[in-house]
């Protein structure tokens, strides 16, 4: 069967692993990479699953490639730094079954706390990278990097950023190939890196990269476009569209492979053309090394290592202007905000009226750092909350910290939250760590994890308890609260800041975008009653507004979680069912 389809970037790598014959994927949800797991778990011949974190991912994939089958996992660039550890290893015993690893970068920080470039890790792990420039390419190229890995014994990284990811192009499909197990065989050198076999294996490492280097040279997805020989550009992934479309009659070298680097192609094409440019989305990956071989190119000079390119971008710094592809509208500012009935909104009104700082994670909940709410003091990466919190009573004392609370999600607790956790237990802390438990993985979509009940599959399945998991590893006070009890919720934050013993609040209440929910009440406000004193603003609830000097609800937003009514001292608002 073969025929064409739009399909996004995502949704072209899902179809790539199918069609390779994959047959075990473990993934952590992470924006941009998120919808492939979720595509492919519709594939009923992939075994798919939500792992609690990106290293526990690769260490699933490395145990289906040692059991000889195709693995995939996937994540976005920061799960990258996570799974690091499994990974650097996983380059040294190779594979049996092919193994991809797909990293979604994020140029522009879309939905991420920093813009690192995946290719440089892949370099120091010497593992190779694919990029793809479009939603075919995803696909094929998704295929292609399961025959490198088992022709080279290497795990390879399939590398997309959010441009590709969540762009639509047309892609032919094809039938998916079955890949039968290989057979297990016990190699204590490849696969027990201990000292004696990492040594070996090292050189292994070397000997593969600079072959697959050479092979690079005539490798099909590695060529040269010939064109004007006056400019030409050393490119890849998503930077060639623009490069395509700026200049369609330059000469172009399009990389597909951009680790280990091509280096006789290069040298051939930087001979044939006047001026070359390499035009590469953040860092100078590929200009430093095409320099380091005393080739003349233009690079980061010109082009900023910052923030997402366009074709706008190459147009003004060749040309000096840009082109309006479509008239600008004058569009309202609409900062992020936690959104109407959400359970977070409420936690940190409560710790903003009691003037208490938070160390914060990475999720919806990061936005209780802007105002109005302005809590969340802190935020460096997934279960860096709880650890900060420790090293801040360690630092200063309990002096220190009788105002200051971690917050983290559900999801992000079991992802790194519970180490941090346990680490407080071991070292005597008498912190306050709330987790805000709303049931999902909000911020990447409402992806199940494995306190939900379900499976990526949607499956049943047992639900870790957060309170008895709290209790299990030592911690002396585990309170759990709804999330909209503000009264019970301000006592408890209250004695355990001023306590002298660790103390958990598992605040519960499920999203409001949960898919199942009904909301049977909604809100209003008497003009009669209301004093216009603004108290109900400063929760920051966008269901609520002035309007010609009026509050006023939007009863089309609200849900009726009933989190105003706390705030309000003169009974001004009223509860109406649906």
């Known amino acids: 069967m073969s025929n064409k389809v739009i399909m996004l970037g995502n949704e072209a790598i899902a179809r790539g692993a199918y069609e390779a014959g994959v047959t075990v994927s473990s993934a952590?949800?992470?924006?941009?990479?998120?919808?492939?797991?979720?595509?492919?778990?519709?594939?009923n011949e992939v075994y798919t699953e939500w792992a609690p974190n990106e290293k526990v991912a690769v260490e699933v994939a490395f145990g289906a490639s040692v059991a000889g089958a195709r693995t995939l996992a996937c994540m976005k660039h920061v799960g990258l730094n996570v799974a690091s550890d499994p990974i650097y290893t996983f380059a040294y015993t190779g594979v049996s079954g092919g193994a991809v690893i797909v990293v979604a970068d994020d140029p522009g920080l879309a939905s991420s706390q920093n813009e690192q470039d995946t290719r440089m890790i892949a370099r120091s792990a010497h593992i190779p990278v694919l990029e793809p420039s479009d939603s075919q390419e995803a696909k094929d190229f998704t295929v292609l990097a399961y025959e490198i890995s088992e022709k080279y014994d290497t795990p390879v990284i399939l590398r997309t950023t959010t441009k590709l990811a969540h762009s639509q192009s047309v892609v032919e499909i094809k039938d998916r190939v079955e890949v039968p197990l290989k057979p297990y065989e016990r190699n204590v050198k490849k696969y027990v890196m201990m000292p004696a076999s990492a040594i070996g294996r090292h050189v292994y490492v070397e000997e593969r990269e600079k072959r697959l280097s050479e092979d690079a040279n005539t490798l099909s997805v590695n060529k040269i476009e010939n064109g004007d020989s006056k400019i030409g550009f050393i490119t890849s992934g998503i930077a060639y569209q623009y490069v395509k479309e700026v200049?369609?009659?330059?000469?172009?070298?399009?990389?597909?492979?951009?680790?280990?680097?091509?280096?006789?192609?290069?040298?051939?094409?930087?001979?044939?053309?006047?001026t070359v440019y390499v035009f590469e989305e953040l860092e100078p990956v590929i200009e430093e090394q095409v320099k380091s071989w005393g080739l003349k190119v233009l690079g980061k000079e010109l082009f900023t290592r910052q923030g997402e390119y366009s074709a706008n971008l190459l147009r003004k710094v060749l040309f000096g202007k840009t082109q309006e592809v479509y008239q600008k509208q004058q569009a309202?500012?609409?900062?992020?905000?936690?959104?109407?009935?959400?359970?977070?909104?409420?936690?940190?009104?409560?710790?903003?009226?009691l003037k208490i700082h938070a160390s914060g994670d990475i999720g919806c909940y990061t936005l209780g750092a802007v105002a109005p709410l302005d809590v969340i003091d802190t935020t460096v990466c997934m279960g860096a909350s709880i650890s900060a919190l420790h090293g801040m009573e360690k630092a200063g004392?309990?002096?220190?910290?009788?105002?200051?609370?971690?917050?983290?999600?559900?999801s992000t607790f079991l992802h790194t939250g519970v180490n941090s956790l346990i680490n407080m237990v071991y070292n005597k802390a008498t912190g306050t760590v709330i987790?805000?438990?709303?049931?999902?993985?909000?911020?990447?979509?409402?992806?199940?994890?494995s306190a939900t009940g379900k499976t990526l599959k949607g499956e049943e399945t047992y639900a870790v308890d957060l309170k008895s998991l709290c209790l299990a590893v030592g911690v002396p006070n585990v309170v759990e609260i709804n999330a909209f009890d503000v009264q019970t919720l301000e006592k408890t934050i209250k004695e355990s800041v001023l306590g002298d013993v660790?103390?958990?609040?598992?605040?519960?209440?499920?999203?409001?975008?949960?898919?199942?929910?009904?909301?049977?009440?909604?809100?209003v406000i008497d003009?009669?009653?209301?004093?216009?004193?603004?108290?109900?603003?400063?929760?920051?609830?966008?269901?609520?507004?002035?309007?010609?000097?009026?509050?006023?609800?939007?009863?089309?937003?609200?849900?009726?979680?009933?989190?105003?009514?706390?705030?309000?001292k003169f009974g001004a608002i009223e509860v109406k069912s649906r």
């Open 28 to 43: 952590y949800p992470g924006t941009p990479s998120t919808e492939i797991s979720e595509i492919l778990c519709k594939y």
């Open 247 to 274: 200049c369609p009659e330059a000469s172009v070298l399009k990389l597909g492979l951009v680790n280990p680097l091509p280096k006789k192609l290069i040298e051939e094409f930087v001979s044939s053309v006047e």
């Open 332 to 353: 309202p500012n609409r900062p992020p905000i936690l959104c109407p009935g959400c359970p977070h909104r409420s936690v940190f009104s409560v710790l903003k009226k």
């Open 397 to 410: 004392g309990k002096e220190f910290i009788k105002n200051w609370v971690a917050v983290i999600g559900d």
């Open 435 to 449: 987790i805000l438990d709303n049931r999902t993985t909000g911020m990447t979509g409402h992806q199940e994890h």
């Open 502 to 523: 660790l103390t958990v609040i598992i605040a519960k209440a499920p999203c409001a975008l949960l898919k199942g929910q009904k909301f049977l009440t909604y809100n």
């Open 527 to 568: 003009d009669e009653k209301c004093k216009k004193c603004g108290m109900c603003l400063k929760i920051g609830c966008p269901a609520i507004s002035k309007r010609d000097g009026k509050m006023v609800i939007d009863d089309t937003m609200c849900n009726g979680c009933g989190l105003c009514l706390n705030y309000c």
